[in-house]
């Protein structure tokens, strides 16, 4: 290898040539006689690594205690997101079976001023928070800094579900599924909330992705309960 070397795993032999430096994590780490490597050797493992005599190393061997991830601890991640993904299907099942016209008229607010409802999303996640700590500064303020923060925490839930089901109603609409019964419609959403998952794995840019449209479910929520607000005010008493 001509130039730098990053290698992870349970058990890492080095017994070739290295132009660069070496990154190795590992739990058994043993660089072997023949071994030549021409920069720093950093080992993140909880155990030394093995060096044989007849290797050699052109720089320094700088040891990072690492835990080492072992099985039990990946199958307790698995779980834990299998676990907040049902947990996601099913909260946004319930928003779509108590709420359909409001999630219906979100997702059509949506999907009809992407930009506006992007704009207000991010306003309000910007916003909000410093003018809770505000009002905590202000001593007294904390009396309506308490249930303005129980109401921000949940815009950033609905707000989230929001988008969800936008892309659901989306793709409902793309494939003739507008119209399709509950069943149908809820396997599409759970569906679509997998999809999403599967977004976030890609770096950077699925975090990004999802955060965008975290941000335009909510500025639409807010759109359309204004409207509803408005609305309702100017019926006549």
């Known amino acids: 290898i001509g ?32 071994a030549v490597i021409g920069g720093d050797v950093t080992v993140r493992s909880e155990r030394e690594p093995t060096i044989d005599e007849g290797a050699q190393i052109g720089g320094q061997v700088i040891q990072v205690p690492s835990p080492v991830q072992t099985r039990e601890d990946e199958d307790w991640q698995v779980a834990g997101r299998l676990f907040f993904g049902f947990a996601v299907i099913l909260t946004l099942l319930v928003y779509y079976w108590l709420f359909p016209q ?44 308490l249930p303005l923060g129980a109401v921000y925490f949940m815009l950033l839930l609905l707000g989230y579900l929001a988008g969800l089901y936008t892309i659901a109603e989306l793709v409902s609409r793309r494939t003739g599924h507008a119209a ?58």
């Open 102 to 145: 409001l999630a219906q008229r979100v997702a059509t607010t949506l999907a009809a001023e992407p930009f506006k409802s992007l704009g207000l999303g991010a306003g309000v996640v910007l916003v909000t928070p410093l003018l809770i700590v505000v009002l905590f500064a202000t001593g007294v303020g904390f009396l309506l800094a």
């Open 3 to 34: 130039g730098e070397l990053r290698a992870a795993g349970a058990t890492i032999r080095i017994g070739g040539n290295i132009g660069g430096n070496a990154e190795l994590v590992g739990d058994d780490i043993h660089i072997e006689s023949g």
């Open 180 to 237: 399709s019964a509950r069943g149908a419609r809820s396997l599409i959403l759970a569906l679509t909330v997998v999809a999403v998952a599967l977004i976030t794995l890609i770096p950077v840019l699925g975090s990004l992705a999802v955060f965008v449209l975290w941000l335009l479910g909510i500025g639409a929520l807010i759109a359309v309960l204004h409207r509803m607000y408005t609305d309702a005010a100017d019926q006549p008493s």
